[in-house]
């Protein structure tokens, strides 16, 4: 696949009549032979009756996050612009989740969450950047898939529990305020490697 030719559609269909919609990954290929349909974990709340599958075209948006995660994880030695991709490959398919959770998933609120203002040294953020998120009940690991002026848009990398209660569970998508958005050292989990002492 050519990242920046090939059209992509996400096929959405209610597949076992549970009332939530599946979303899969479909790309078209050339006449006469058959798409190809990679399914994801990301699922949502039908409001449409039956489950007939309907196929929505990437979009910008979609396509610049792809590009964006992709770029993150691409050899800094490519050379060539066009992008030739194994959709059977891990981390692509970890990236069109990313993706597919950003566009199907809504926020969740995150008013109770949010911890005590830290004043530290702030680095500078980019899509695609590991943080960590500075909530009441420690700061969790996430990754930055958005961002405006005031607000950075992140996918959890793990659960946010309360003691042994999960409140919010990975792979939700929240939005929080610049301030509560700190370098990945702050993690929890974080292993410290890469780590600068000084």
């Not at 919609?21 to 290929?29: Q, T, Y």
């Not at 039956?50 to 691409?74: K, T, Y």
């Not at 030739?84 to 692509?92: E, R, T, Y």
Request: charged share 25%; glycine share 6%; proline share 4%.
């Amino acid at each position: 696949m050519i990242a920046e030719m090939q059209p992509l559609y996400w096929r959405i269909q209610d597949t076992d009549n549970s009332g939530l919609d599946a979303v899969s990954l479909l790309m078209p290929a050339n006449e006469g032979e058959p798409a190809t349909v990679v399914p994801t974990d990301v699922s949502f709340c039908s409001r449409r009756s039956g489950n007939q599958a309907v196929d929505v075209r990437w979009s910008d948006d979609d396509s610049d996050l792809f590009l964006s995660l992709l770029e993150r994880v691409s050899s800094e030695d490519a050379e060539d612009d066009s992008i030739v991709l194994d959709i059977n490959d891990g981390i692509v398919q970890g990236i069109v989740q990313l993706v597919a959770l950003t566009r199907f998933k809504t926020p969740w609120p995150t008013d109770e969450l949010v911890g005590d203002d830290i004043n530290t040294e702030r680095d500078e953020t980019e899509i695609g950047d590991l943080v960590a998120l500075n909530t009441r009940y420690g700061f969790v690991m996430g990754i930055v898939v958005g961002m405006d002026s005031i607000d950075m848009t992140c996918i959890l990398l793990e659960d946010i529990s309360d003691g042994d209660v999960c409140l919010v569970p990975d792979h939700s998508v929240l939005v929080f305020d610049r301030t509560n958005v700190l370098p990945i050292a702050f993690a929890d989990t974080d292993t410290g490697e890469g780590a600068t002492f000084h």
